[in-house]
């Protein structure tokens, strides 16, 4: 057989055509969702709802195409300082008309909860401006058209909606102050809630409903904290905006604003532009980082002649007082440097807002302390400072930590306050937080007008990019000068350069809403599942996966390109996607928690997010379908030779065929490689000759006997199996296909779990029932258990025909989607078809280095789990299997309920 997998026909059957529009066109899934909720303004007229024509927001991400009638889509919070904007971007793209799953529908052979119902869905956005730069933000609403319930509001599109009657809910003093401006602008009336109570629901849906939204932040050193929702209550909120709020939280909508000070944000920023004449806010923390506050403080050491202060504690370079310094009658202003002084001044204040919040907490016995507000502004030494004073002085008994949306809980509370606005019972993995090149529109600041269409977004990205080279890695500090004597030290990560403006707009994302996520039911252990298996807060691991998919680029915008014609747009769009994506990782390097928690499933994904992003729906479609095709030619030989095997010796051959073909992996850079030096038959060949056992992970024997057993051990066979496949091409035609027909043959049902959207090479959920009726030509196990299945369409029309009562007796072979983009698989966050699926299973196999290896390797599950995959990396199989290139892993673990 292999010496025919070259073969490939250019002149294939596969439509290209076609499978890529029904990609394109499918590319937004329709993962479903029970919540369905009444109206509520601005209203949404879901009847007349079309497919958005807005190009900005083309990507299609997995996303919920049909959002239900009733989100509200703007929320300000206008501060003393800033402008905060949250606002919801809907996706009404109507579901294709999809032939499988109408029919499906029709006969009842659901694939899983596949519904036909309106979905909430959509996109959670943050912005934010100066409030003494109002009509910036005016412009922007209006551009936008937010006010009016989004630019893409069909009742806005059929005219029916006047600005007159529009409540926008907004909190802050703005929303007092500058209520009549609104009026006159933009026509709208703001519905005013209280400050407060929103700082407080904001944090609450945030630790709540975010996973890593929490993090300290200790010498220099970020962590993510994983919040416990059912032990949240109570903590003590610190909101450091222009003046600072300390809030004790005791639940839900159950607060006290416990004390506060006048000595915050505003402080800073105003004290430090008069005293340094910087332009900016960011202008003035980057100074700080040069500065030595020694040269305007006056320390211990200083009063003390050069001694420390021992019998309390104080070391001699604690700040006894702080601009003490500057009593001096023989200096003025211009004599201080306006770096020492811009230090000395956050230092004053960060460790005052520290010392007050502990002080606070000890009143009322309070542990967890969150520091929110845009003071904080993300910067490392200003939360080293905090952290440092809540440390010091609560003795290491409470505990500073930061939230990554910091600014925005206002706005978002007022969001939340919105009578209906669907964000009640989202949970963490309903959530996915994305990080397109919108820099305009989110997060940061606001480079001229919004990004009308993707044009506007690459001339935009190439000055961006001018300015991300100008990003330099940090500078690393000397260790913290801390006696342990107490006092106040240098926190370590004072020398970290700050942000520049473009790469800060990237710091938060844009919040996807995705009801229809769910956990992964068969997860052993939920709570302690953590999907990557290498840690990327290793520099030298985030370093070397950098570097691997930056040398992947030009291999990838090639082929990107070529997939789709070559043309000039093309090109322009591959360079935009290569400077994209590399500005990303640059940005990574500078700060792995950037984006929050980085792993590298999120890495991997990011990068088909990006693609997606500049228009690439699937880079490798060519490919896909040629190593499709060859390998469905060579199909019914193999079968032929597999069914000439006793049952142990192609139960081998299966499981080997699986590894071998495992190969076929456009991801990996040796097998690129080895794809420029030989063709497909070299590389097979030497894959089939790694296949000696024992491999590098054997647990073949103890598959096996659960599959074979027999005499007084027979085991009953599977009910259903859950295949996780991988890539297109003989991997899943030569490789997992001929292994669930085994199965099947079996009696065991089995589920093909794919991809929503393309990743690399991976075959998707859209296109596996074509290969599958191309495989059934050859197969009547798979044609059965496909018809069965409902998979195949002439199958059945021929059902509809003869009546549903007895279509079938096989046992079926089903697709279902696995709700991701990447190459790697976040079980907390799949399809509901899937976990519908799941439900019923009690095989797992997952196949293929991204779902078995980077990701789940330590992963248990209820069920037996088989994990299946080739090593094609050196380091990864020298550094976890202690192993090599090519090497094979199957490992076998019983459910852990049946342990
Ligand atoms: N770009 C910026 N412009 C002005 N102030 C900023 C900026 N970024 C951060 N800040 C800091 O954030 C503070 C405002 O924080 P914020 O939470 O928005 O409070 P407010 O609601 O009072 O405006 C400012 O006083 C300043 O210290
Ligand atoms: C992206 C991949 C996880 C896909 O592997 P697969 O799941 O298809 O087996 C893998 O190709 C990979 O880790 N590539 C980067 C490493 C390298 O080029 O060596
Ligand atoms: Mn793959």
Redesign the pocket.
């Known amino acids: 057989m292999a010496s025919e997998l070259n073969n490939s026909n250019p002149d294939h059957d596969y439509s290209k055509e076609k499978l890529k529009h029904s990609s394109k066109e499918e590319m937004v899934s329709t993962m479903t969702n029970s919540m369905h909720r009444s109206s509520s303004r601005p209203q949404l007229d879901v009847s007349r709802a079309a497919i958005q024509e807005d190009s900005e927001d083309r990507n299609p991400t997995i996303l919920l195409p049909n959002q239900s009638d009733d989100i509200s889509h703007l929320a300000l919070?206008i501060?003393?300082?800033?402008i905060?904007l949250v606002y919801f971007s809907r996706h009404e793209e109507q579901s294709p008309d999809d032939k499988r799953r109408s029919m499906k529908k029709r006969f009842g052979l659901s694939n899983g909860n596949r519904r036909s119902y309106p979905i909430l869905g959509g996109r959670l956005h943050f912005v934010k401006f100066?409030?003494g730069k109002l009509n910036e933000c005016l412009d922007f609403i209006s551009s936008k058209q937010l006010h009016r319930g989004g630019i893409d509001s069909p009742s806005w599109r059929s005219g029916t909606q006047t600005d007159d009657n529009i409540v926008i809910k907004a909190t802050?003093g703005g929303a007092y102050k500058f209520a009549d401006v609104l009026k006159e602008r933009l026509g709208v009336s703001l519905d005013k809630e209280d400050e407060m109570s929103c700082l407080v629901a904001g944090a609450n849906f945030l630790l709540k409903a975010i996973r890593h939204e929490a993090f300290t932040h200790m010498e220099g050193q970020k962590e993510f904290v994983q919040i416990d929702h059912n032990d949240m209550f109570p903590y003590l909120l610190v909101?450091?905006?222009?003046?600072v709020s300390i809030i004790k939280v005791d639940g839900d909508g159950k607060y006290q604003r416990v004390s506060g000070t006048n000595v915050?944000?505003?402080t800073?920023?105003g004290l430090g532009r008069l005293l340094t004449k910087c332009k900016?806010?960011?202008e003035l923390l980057e100074l700080s980082q040069q500065g030595d506050n020694s040269n305007v403080d006056m320390l211990v050491g200083d009063i003390y002649g050069g001694l420390d202060y021992s019998k309390i504690g104080l070391s001699a370079s604690t700040i006894a007082s702080s601009f003490g310094k500057t009593i001096s009658e023989t200096k003025e202003l211009s004599d201080y440097r306006p770096e020492d002084i811009s230090l000395s001044l956050l230092r004053m204040i960060s460790y005052n807002i520290g010392q007050i919040s502990y002080l606070n907490a000890l009143r009322y016995g309070l542990k967890k302390i969150f520091f929110g507000?845009?003071?904080i502004?993300g910067h490392a030494y200003t939360m080293d400072t905090i952290s440092f004073a809540v440390h010091f002085w609560s003795k290491g008994q409470a505990q500073a930590m930061f939230l990554r949306h910091e600014?925005f809980l206002?706005a978002l509370g007022a969001f939340m306050s919105y009578e209906k606005h669907g964000l009640d019972y989202l949970r963490a993995h309903q959530l996915v937080e994305r990080f397109p090149m919108e820099a305009p529109c989110i997060g940061g600041?606001i480079h001229g007008p919004p990004l009308g269409n993707l044009n506007e977004k690459i001339s935009w990205l190439e000055k961006f990019v001018q300015k991300g080279t100008q990003i330099t890695a940090p500078v690393p500090m000397a260790p913290p000068g801390t006696t342990g004597m107490g006092g106040f030290e240098r926190p370590s990560s004072r020398g970290n350069t700050l942000r520049s403006d473009a790469s800060a707009a990237l710091n938060i994302g844009v919040l996807h809403l995705m009801p229809t996520l769910e956990e992964f039911p068969l997860l052993a252990d939920p709570k302690m599942y953590e999907p990557n298996t290498i840690d990327l807060l290793d520099h030298g691991e985030l370093e070397y996966w950098v570097t691997v998919l930056s040398e992947h680029l030009p291999d990838l915008v090639d082929k990107a390109v070529a997939s789709e014609g070559g043309t000039d747009d093309a090109k322009r769009r591959g360079d935009a996607f290569a400077h994209a994506f590399s500005a990303h990782l640059a940005r990574l390097m500078e700060e792995p928690a950037a984006y929050g928690k980085l792993g590298l499933a999120k890495l991997l994904e990011l990068r088909e997010e990006c693609l997606r992003e500049f228009q690439f729906m699937d880079a490798y479609i060519t490919i896909k379908e040629r190593e499709n095709e060859a390998s469905l030619a060579v199909l019914p030989d193999l079968l032929i030779e597999l069914d000439s095997m006793n049952e142990e010796d192609r139960l081998l051959a299966l499981i080997e065929g699986v590894l071998a073909a495992n190969i076929f992996d456009w991801g990996s850079r040796a097998c690129v490689d080895l794809y420029h030096k030989g063709t497909i038959i070299d590389i097979y060949r030497m894959s089939r000759k790694k296949m000696q056992r024992p491999w590098r992970v054997d647990d073949f024997d103890m598959f096996k006997e659960k599959m074979l057993s027999s005499g007084d051990k027979k085991s009953q066979p599977y009910k259903r199996a859950l295949f996780f496949v991988d890539n297109s091409g003989a991997d899943v035609v030569l490789g997992m296909l001929p292994l669930a027909r085994e199965l099947l043959r079996r009696g065991t049902e089995v589920v093909l779990v794919a991809n929503s959207l393309p990743a690399l090479n991976d075959v998707t959920a859209l296109e596996l029932p074509e290969i599958v009726a191309e495989a059934a030509k050859h197969c009547d196990i798979i044609r059965k258990a496909a018809e069965a299945g409902g998979l195949l369409m002439d199958a059945m029309v021929s059902i509809q025909e003869d009546g549903l009562k007895n279509h079938s007796t096989s046992v079926s072979l089903m697709v279902a989607e696995n709700g991701s983009g990447g190459p790697c698989i976040d079980l907390r966050q799949v399809s509901s078809e899937l976990a519908a699926v799941a439900k019923d299973a009690d095989l797992i196999i997952l196949e293929g280095m991204g779902r078995a290896i980077h990701t789940n390797l330590n992963a248990h599950f209820k069920c037996d789990s088989l994990k299946l995959a080739m090593v094609k990396n050196q380091r990864l199989a020298e550094k976890l299997f202690n192993g090599n290139i090519y090497d094979c892993i199957c490992r076998f673990e019983p459910g852990k309920e049946q342990l």
């Open positions: 919070d501060g003393g300082s800033l905060k100066e409030t802050g909101n450091v905006g222009s003046g915050g944000g505003g800073f920023w900016n806010f960011d507000g845009f003071f502004r600014g206002g600041k």
